[in-house]
């Protein structure tokens, strides 16, 4: 019910830096958990960092230490800063917002993360 849009995606080099923005152009992200998932080819779409409304946050261990979420409620955005990426982080992107109170789910368009040499 929410509309999500990401971008930032792109390819870099492993051990560069991407930085990630999930924009809802309508809605009020501050009543929504939100989070960041990734799929790569043949893989399951996987979690990699949430931020409730409170601005707890949690990591996938794949990524603790190297990536970032963060949100502004403001703007009605979530970033994830992404550094350090290893080949292992080539992935589509997904940005999620979960209702505080329904608990249903939105999805973003998803945006190609690649790291190659």
């Known amino acids: 019910q929410v509309r999500l849009v990401e971008s930032g995606g792109g390819s870099v080099q492993p051990g560069g830096s991407l930085r990630l923005y999930c924009v809802a152009p309508?809605?009020?992200?501050?009543?929504?958990?939100l989070g960041w998932y990734r799929q790569a080819p043949g893989n399951q779409r996987e979690l990699v960092a949430n931020v409730t409304t409170r601005g707890t946050s949690n990591y996938a261990d794949a990524v603790q230490g190297r990536f970032t979420i963060s949100r502004d409620n403001a703007k009605n955005t979530v970033y994830l800063q992404m550094n350090s990426l290893k080949p292992e982080d080539t992935a589509v992107y997904y940005c999620?917002?979960?209702?505080?109170?329904?608990?249903?789910?939105?999805w973003g368009q998803g945006t190609q993360v690649t790291v190659s040499s």
């Open positions: 309508r809605s009020a992200l501050s009543i929504y958990h």
């Open positions: 999620n917002a979960k209702h505080y109170f329904t608990l249903e789910n939105s």
